[in-house]
């Protein structure tokens, strides 16, 4: 139950950041729809966005969380925070005046077609400053894993909606006055907003400078290059997207960027709260195969009826959350293309990420490293054939990505396959599988109708199925809900 109260929290809060991460992007659409603006931001986004991704949900978690969590358990902490604390600090400073100092090379790297364009010296300019975020969210990385290794789980999750509020309130106050620099201002200001945040819960937390070079730290260095390879890897599925998109037609980096929002609403809800929480769970060496074949079960029936509803509902929820403002029906059509396209590989990703825990528990982190690796090739191949060759454009670019995730997580069940238990998995994806089909179903009979009602009446279709048939893992988790809504209502 430990992984799945842990899951739930972590899930809950990442759920609140994103659906107020959706509140930023609304607004971004609503002030500069599909535009030079829009390709020029999310350009320079791209990169300090994905070192959050890279550190806050991956690479730096994935290497620290087992170390430190020994360091407690044999009271030896306070020498190695602090050492980690300090050269963490160094290091985060020196990568970010690297990044702002180097802005134009890194732009013409990533997105090397707009360099032709005439937004392209707009781009340079937002990266220098937006680049400037990168501190921040290093920092809230570093704290989110300490937090993580105590228990702590829907506080560093919750940061990130500290981020999206802060963001959201400047671009309101200052987009008609200021234009794309309130989009600067927002990043830097919910940066700091979203680091401040943690100060209150790191009490107690042994935190200082040291430049002593503490044996463990030179572990975790051993440990977390190659994972941070293997997340930065992953991660570079995001830079094949935007490298390839910069050479199709104006807004193609945004389509792909609003489409991608969306589909990481339930994506990270469900992939990220699970993969943290298991990795906890096998560093604390729980029972690995009760474990991992819990967190499949569970990420399977939150993932799938996800994808169902997202092939049904694709284009009224694009038109829903940005269909309004400079964001027009034409925009709102080629989102939803690319939205479906992206959600073929929901379940994948997900179960991959819960897989590339199972390795770095026991301090592999070589073959994640290689499975993404693997995966990107696949996808640049794929991505290249279905946008260019095929001649789909950006909803091509987005098939890649799908592809990847299933090419990913086959290499990597290949090597794990023997640590889940197949009989009690199946038994519940057949339910899952059953209850996802007729909840789509439903879902298409309910078309026209507001998605205010036919979202909740397929999801309450989808549970109703499944606690019809019985599926325990259902049960579980509304035994534990029930619990936590008592404590709430009478601490």
């Known amino acids: 139950m ?67 969590a020994k360091d407690i358990k044999e009271g030896k902490e306070r020498e190695f925070l602090q050492s980690t604390f300090t050269y963490y600090l160094l290091i985060n400073l020196f990568t970010t005046l690297l990044l702002v100092l180097f802005a ?41 894993a300490v937090l993580n290794t105590r228990g702590i789980f829907f506080v560093p999750a919750f940061a990130q909606a ?7 309130l400047v671009v309101v106050v200052s987009a008609h ?100 929480s298991l990795l906890s769970a096998l560093s604390h060496g729980e029972d690995k195969v009760k474990n991992t074949t819990l ?9 799938f009826p996800s994808v169902v509803g997202l092939l049904v509902f694709a284009e009224q929820i694009v038109e829903l959350l940005y269909g309004r403002g400079k964001f027009l ?25 819960a897989l590339s825990s199972v390795f770095f528990a026991r301090g592999d982190t070589y073959t994640p490293v ?6 990107i090739i696949f996808e640049g191949l794929t991505a290249y054939l279905y946008a260019f060759v095929l001649k789909l454009g950006v909803v091509g670019l987005a098939l890649g990505t799908a592809s990847s995730s299933v090419f990913s997580f086959a290499y990597l069940l290949k090597n794990t396959y023997k640590i889940i238990d197949w009989r009690d998995f199946f038994s519940g994806m057949v339910k899952i599988f ?15 109708v507001s998605l205010l009602i036919s979202i909740p009446a397929c999801a309450f279709a989808y549970f109703a199925v499944l606690l019809l048939l019985r599926e325990r893992l259902l049960i579980l988790a509304l035994a534990y809900s029930n619990r936590l809504t008592k404590r709430l209502l009478n601490p």
Not at 36 to 59: H, K, M, Q
Not at 295 to 303: D, E, G, H, K, N
Not at 344 to 353: A, D, E, T
Not at 441 to 448: D, I, N, P, S
């Open 104 to 144: 134009e090379q890194i732009i013409s790297l990533i997105a090397p077609g707009i360099r032709a364009k005439s937004y392209f010296e707009l781009t340079v300019f937002m990266s220098r400053w937006i680049f400037l975020y990168l501190f921040f969210v290093g920092l809230s990385a570093f704290f989110m």
């Open 162 to 168: 500290v981020f999206n509020l802060g963001f959201s």
């Open 295 to 303: 967190a499949f079960r569970f990420i399977l029936l939150l993932s």
């Open 177 to 276: 006055h200021f234009g794309y620099y309130s989009l600067i201002a927002g990043v830097l200001l919910g940066g700091l907003f979203q680091l401040l945040f943690h100060f209150p819960f790191l009490k107690g937390v042994p935190l200082g400078f040291s430049l002593r070079f503490h044996p463990h730290v030179k572990l975790l260095f051993k440990r977390l290059l190659p994972a941070l390879a293997g997340f930065g890897v992953a991660q570079l599925s995001f830079f094949i997207d935007t490298f390839l998109a910069s050479f199709l037609a104006l807004g193609s980096i945004s389509y792909l960027y609003y489409a991608n929002r969306i589909f990481q609403l339930p994506l990270g809800a469900i992939s990220v709260g699970i993969a943290n």
């Open 434 to 448: 059953f209850a996802g089909l007729l909840m789509g179903w439903f879902g298409f009979t309910l078309k026209g």
């Open 2 to 68: 430990r992984i799945i109260k842990h899951g739930i929290a972590f899930s809950i809060a990442t759920l609140i950041s994103r659906i107020v991460g959706y509140v930023r992007d609304a607004l971004i659409a609503y002030y500069f729809g599909v535009s030079s603006i829009t390709d020029a931001f999310f350009v320079a986004f791209r990169l300090p966005n994905t070192f959050r991704r890279l550190f806050g949900e991956g690479g730096f978690n994935a290497a620290f969380v087992p170390i430190y």
């Open 329 to 353: 029906e034409n925009d709102v059509k080629v989102v939803a293309l690319v939205l479906q396209a992206y959600s073929l590989g929901l379940v994948f990703f997900s179960l991959q990420k």
């Open 370 to 375: 290689k499975a993404s690796f693997l995966g």
